[in-house]
Nanobody, 117 residues
């Protein structure tokens, strides 16, 4: 079972940037970033398979997912952050390339992102 550890969340003002990362204990087929709030179900926002990427419409153009396969590390560059981006962010290893929660087979514990106006 792959273990995942996120870091790099934090608190920023609207318009700011953050770059959380996620280290995997082993190589994976595909990986993704998800987020969840107390009032919203967990949703997929970005996934990656090799050089292919997918994004949710809510983050397209502002967030960029990338990976360093040698370091088994996944990144999420988040720019132009908005208060609506405030959430717990989770990385996951995926059985299939995509944004569905059902594709995830392992989850990290999450990293908190707070965006103030």
């Amino acid at each position: 079972q792959v273990q995942l550890l996120e870091s790099g969340g934090g608190s920023v003002q609207a318009g700011g940037s953050l770059r959380p990362s996620c280290v995997a204990s082993d190589s994976t087929y595909s990986m993704g970033w998800y987020r969840q709030t107390p009032t919203h179900q967990r949703e997929g926002i970005a996934s990656i398979l090799g050089t292919q990427t997918k994004y949710a419409e809510s983050v397209k153009g502002r967030f960029t997912i990338s990976q360093d396969s040698r370091k088994r590390t996944l990144y999420l560059q988040m720019n132009d952050l908005k208060p609506g981006d405030t959430a717990m962010y989770y990385c996951a290893s995926l059985d299939y390339f995509g944004l569905s929660v059902k594709y995830a087979n392992n989850w990290g514990k999450g990293t908190k992102v707070t965006v103030s106006s």
